[in-house]
């Protein structure tokens, strides 16, 4: 896949994983409009406090994105290795520092061997083609078990513009902000402020939406650089900014979906589609209760059509509604009706073996609606996060 | 263990197990001064609706109890199962149906099978007797491995009275209310107002600072009898009250101790102490955030000492504070210093093998103090809730 304006290239720094590639970067070819948004973690990592504050400037060359040590409270010493990380690249990039972006994923606690990374950079330079973007998406990855990318095409004003994204997810994943990493790039123009909006609007609808654990990270991070090299095709306004937004969630949400369907452990991926809450507000917190609660998930992963279960999220999710008006299907079987039983366990079953399906909970307490994605809870999310840094 | 002024017995009734005890009853002698506190779900199960009508009446003869089906989620029918419950005890106890209180634990939407519970009522009050309280304590059971009990005796102006309690927890168990179900009996002197002062004071220092995987059940219920048959003793106010409430909520503690210590697949017991926090509800957030992450708890079961784990989980809490005054001890290992690593790898590594610790979070933002009990999230909680119906 090529973006028109942008190279990218990934090596095998050895930060934490061996015969890997863990140190990514994409660069523009010249300073193109940028933004982003992060974590709403109180304990933000160092290059998140750094990226924050470069995505700002609304302009810049280059992610900079590496998987191992998260960089997260390591105290002035991360701070300066962000610093020192950015400011090598813009020597070699012949930029100012503050026209690159970092991202970092691991573990907590440890810093990025700023060394290695110094000494790798020229490497990770000269490797920079228009194709490079699949190493990037690889590189980036920690216990994902494969690469999320996704690529949406339009025409804008004639000119054929591509939106290309991919993210990393595994556990850790929770609204807000959902992806634990998240890069796009285009070759549309477009201005930084309606990039940001976009990115905000984008997220909400997507990685904000997902749960594999209800945990959320430290360097949750989602990027947006946009070239603007695929001719002239401002979308900054009209029909051709509602296309290029709507081809932007789509790479959005899919990128999402695909962190879900890649949780941590996961069998099966159940989309909750909560309607008739009292409100917008109330529809969320009874989805989300649902799409986190153990005992839910753990009866996702045995496939055991135990509705009592959802009941009991509901009834403590904080939503208000009668427990005698909850209609439940369960794909396309009409499972609970006002509440009660309606003797389809058999089909429930069937259902529920599946890898993929869909809750459609009704409160009948009103018009208040939320969507959200999530996994299962299997004994291997366990087994993967007993000894993850090991 | 004798309690003056009552009885209990438990029959095997096959509601859902066999050979086991699944019915059981307390009975006082004579009407009591009884209380009760139950589930904030919405979703309240058949008896919480009936108990907690009848507990507001203040005086009582009987706890019915049962394990298999929850009667929750079971329409008018579990409403009418529930009266006929009651009216045929009260008609062999000769007593109004409003002097029984009622509590069901099992699986959510099933009704309890009415005609054996009816059937088998007389042989239960046959078997009644003084010390038939073990029996009672094991008849409430569902996926919990073991009974928990407790007494405390003291003298109250002269005559010794004795607490007695019992409950079942295991999953499902989170604030409010901890405890599925909880029944205390006390032959001590006092009033139906104190008493459910009592048992909300007691649950909001015991039961709703435990959890095992933060869901909370339709049945939850906390129910208390006082006899006065120990003797002239008026526990109401002074000295006597103080000692009384002191004595209940050591019970109330100790059972909250024993539900997470056989908590669901649970290998390890941990104690959280948040100290620090901008006020006590912050407190709250962030040690219930830290007590309820599904990252922290596989932490826990692998006894890894990653602290980041708690870092990702407080900054994520909705507490405020600097992340960088945190301070965090491993029982008496100061293992995090100012939000950074304190190189105590090896020493937490080796608590964090015992079976119980603690854990004490100095945020560092003000005086909100809370305390919590969790423990670790195994691959057995999975295995157990996957399959728990069949």
Request: hydrophobic residues 45%; proline residues 4%.
């Amino acid at each position: 896949m090529l973006v028109k304006g942008f190279k990218a290239a990934a090596v095998e720094a050895g930060f934490k994983y061996k015969n890997r590639l863990d140190l990514g970067i994409i660069t523009a070819d010249a300073p193109v409009a940028w933004a982003g948004v992060f974590t709403q973690s109180v304990c933000r990592a160092a290059p998140v406090i750094w990226s924050s504050a470069m995505a700002a400037k609304g302009r810049g060359r280059a992610f900079l994105a590496n998987a191992g040590q998260a960089n997260a409270q390591t105290g002035p010493a991360g701070t300066k290795d962000c610093y020192r990380s950015a400011a090598a690249l813009a020597t070699l990039l012949s930029c100012p520092a503050t026209e690159i972006m970092l991202a970092s994923t691991g573990v907590i606690g440890q810093p990025i061997n700023i060394s290695i990374l110094e000494a790798k950079l020229p490497n990770l330079l000269s490797q920079l083609r228009p194709d490079g973007l699949n190493d990037f998406a690889q590189a980036i990855l920690t216990t994902d078990t494969r690469p999320k990318i996704r690529t949406e095409k339009i025409k804008l004003n004639g000119h054929t513009v591509s939106i290309w994204g991919c993210a990393k997810g595994s556990g850790m994943i929770a609204p807000n902000l959902a992806t634990m990493l998240g890069f796009l790039i285009t070759d549309a123009e477009i201005k930084a402020p309606l990039l940001r909006n976009i990115l905000v609007e984008g997220a909400e609808m997507s990685f904000n939406r997902v749960t594999i654990d209800g945990d959320t990270s430290t360097n949750d991070s989602l990027m947006i650089m946009a070239s603007g090299a695929a001719g002239m095709n401002p979308a900054d306004s009209g029909e051709a900014l509602a296309k290029f937004k709507e081809a932007s969630f789509t790479v959005m949400k899919n990128l999402a979906y695909q962190i879900t369907r890649d949780g941590e452990g996961a069998t099966r991926l159940i989309t909750i589609r909560m309607r008739g809450a009292k409100n917008t507000e109330e529809a969320k917190l009874a989805a989300r209760t649902v799409a986190e609660s153990p005992l839910v998930k753990t009866a996702f992963f045995g496939g055991d059509a135990n509705w009592g279960r959802l009941i009991m999220a509901l009834g403590r999710s904080g939503a208000t509604f009668d427990p005698y008006a909850i209609d439940i299907d369960l794909d396309d079987i009409p499972w609970v009706r006002q509440g009660q039983d309606n003797n389809k366990e058999k089909a429930a079953s069937m259902v529920m073996k599946k890898t993929e399906y869909g809750l459609l909970i009704n409160l009948n307490a009103g018009n208040g609606e939320y969507e959200m994605l999530t996994c299962d809870f299997s004994p291997k999310y366990i087994a993967i996060n007993a000894s993850y840094r090991s």
